[in-house]
């Protein structure tokens, strides 16, 4: 077993911090999505013009007359250009002093990856290595038992069995994805077990109790709340969770609160408005960009000739369609999709003409979104609080922080809870 160094913790003073002290950045992160709910819940996609743009009609004129080049620089995270208005400049000041996360302190990767083989992604490999480093030291005395929610293959579970030496187990709804893991450990001798089970099932949450520490990163929306309600309900004596998907609500209508603090805030949210929170191309290569470019122009082009064709009328989604159908000439794209779709096309039209209007509407909507764009990390930590304040309101210390950089993974926000 590889020995865990025992160097430099995380940087406690930075993401530590007193119960008032993330209540009130919830609450203070609850009253600007609130106030500003005009701003980031209606989508450009879906209007042709938006219901904030009456009211700020100098961010308006200056959003839709900004180049490609420009919306692609800002988007790629640089700094607004000086000649964008104020208040564009104030909103995204105010949405990065509300966001703002220390880094936990980096650490060296445990020899222990090398068992893991060639099976895991470069990215992956860091994702888990950071997550490790963080999680591993902040650990209280007395875990005797490591499990892994919603593990996957169980790479993070694998490195973490590595370097402790405790047993891990690892939960998994996909049975193949089982079979691989307890491959693995049984090839590597590593003390992990992989477990084929429902994390939503009651029966699961007998696994949770004092002695364990639990570690999920990447469990989807729902996945990560029932973690938390349940972790704390029965005592466990460490949580540490960077959740993704926060749209994955397993088809309630709107976000189940699981602190005290998200019930009282009274803010709805619906899969569409969290979807916002996890929709970066951070880590797009410039082909899967390109072909969102491409479909979102299409779509585009496609809906103003249905809006056409029925003389108006709202935003009607041709539905997900194969990538194969957006690789065909525009023409054909069109007429395959309202065909499957059942949307009219207008008796006459011209394909080249159609393509450079859904293209220009292309250029307009993903800078119209720059405003929108402004609380997705706001949302995204808003929906991290909600479930580190159930575990605070239990008794747990809690610490939150970002483990790696984006550009590893975008749902970069660790929490760490022990009792
Ligand atoms: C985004 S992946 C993350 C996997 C792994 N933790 C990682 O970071 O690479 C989410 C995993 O959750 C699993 N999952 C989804 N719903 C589940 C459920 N209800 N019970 C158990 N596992 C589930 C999926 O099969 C998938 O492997």
């Not at 743009?53 to 995270?77: H, I, M, N, Q």
Request: aromatic share 6%; net charge positive; glycine share 8%.
């Amino acid at each position: 077993m590889d020995e865990w160094p025992t160097t430099e913790g995380p940087d406690a003073r930075a993401c530590t911090s007193s119960e008032r002290t993330w209540a009130q950045r919830f609450a203070q992160l609850t009253e600007s999505l609130r106030a500003h709910r005009h701003l980031w819940g209606p989508r450009p996609f879906a209007c042709l013009r938006l219901p904030w743009e009456e009211a700020y009609p100098e961010v308006s004129d200056w959003l839709r007359s900004l180049p490609f080049a420009e919306v692609d620089r800002v988007e790629s995270g640089e700094e607004l250009p000086a000649s964008a208005p104020a208040l564009l400049h104030s909103w995204r000041a105010t949405a990065a002093r509300l966001a703002r996360l220390a880094p936990w302190g980096s650490r060296p990767l445990p020899a222990t990856l090398s068992t893991l083989g060639t099976q895991v992604s470069a990215r992956k490999r860091e994702q888990i290595g950071a997550f490790c480093g963080a999680v591993l030291p902040a650990l209280p005395s007395g875990v005797t038992t490591l499990i892994e929610w919603c593990a996957g293959r169980g790479h993070l579970g694998h490195l973490c069995a590595g370097c402790t030496g405790l047993p891990v187990l690892s939960l998994e709804r996909e049975a193949g994805l089982c079979a691989k893991g307890n491959h693995l450990a049984v090839q590597t001798g590593i003390r992990q077990q992989h477990l084929q089970v429902d994390v939503l099932a009651p029966a699961t949450w007998e696994y949770l109790r004092p002695g364990v520490a639990v570690l999920a990163l990447h469990a989807c929306g729902v996945l990560t709340s029932t973690l938390v309600r349940e972790a704390a309900r029965r005592g466990v004596s460490a949580v540490a969770f960077a959740p993704c998907c926060h749209h994955f609500l397993n088809k309630a209508a709107e976000y189940t609160p699981v602190s005290a603090a998200g019930q009282r805030a009274g803010l709805p949210l619906s899969a569409q408005d969290l979807r916002l929170s996890i929709v970066d191309e951070i880590v797009a290569s410039a082909t899967v960009r390109a072909a969102g470019r491409r479909e979102e122009a299409f779509r585009l082009g496609l809906d103003l000739l249905v809006r056409e064709a029925s003389g108006g009328g709202d935003y009607r989604s041709p539905g997900h369609l194969p990538p194969a159908w957006v690789r065909l000439p525009f023409a054909d794209f069109c007429r395959t999709a309202a065909a499957h779709a059942g949307l009219p096309l207008p008796a006459h039209w011209s394909p080249a003409s159609a393509e450079a209007a859904g293209s220009e509407r292309g250029r307009i909507t993903r800078a119209l979104c720059m405003v929108r764009a402004q609380f997705r990390r706001p949302l995204e930590l808003w929906a991290v609080l909600e479930r580190a304040l159930c575990l605070e309101e239990s008794g747990y210390a809690v610490r939150v922080g970002t483990f790696c950089s984006r550009q590893t993974t975008p749902r970069n926000i660790l929490v760490v809870a022990t009792r």
